[in-house]
């Protein structure tokens, strides 16, 4: 559970010099009040950006998964290729197995 999850309380105590929670206790206690709002709204837009930060990341992940996949279909397709055209049957059997070890890291 989190601090911002908790449901809003006042807060009655008595300051050092403060007997009985006079107009300076009340007015320290609403400057922490305020306060505290404000940190829990700067933690919420941090979450937040932390948030949109994971994900875009993610996103990222995964286009350059993408990307690396399709530049080894290209790398065996033209190791395909090039087997079709070599002059040797050695020539042709190895850049058929070298086309294979790329397609397998797909």
Known sequence: MSISSLPAAKFQFPWPGDEGG????????????????????????????????????????????????????????LLSLQSRAAKTPEAASQLTIAARVALLRQ
Do not use: C, M
């Open 22 to 77: 006079g107009p300076w206790g009340q007015k320290q206690i609403a400057a922490l009040n305020v306060a505290l709002k404000a940190s829990l709204a700067r933690e919420s837009v941090s979450r937040q950006a932390n948030a949109d930060l994971l994900e875009r990341q993610h996103t990222l992940a995964l286009e350059f998964e993408h990307r690396f996949v399709n530049g080894l279909q290209w790398i065996a397709n």
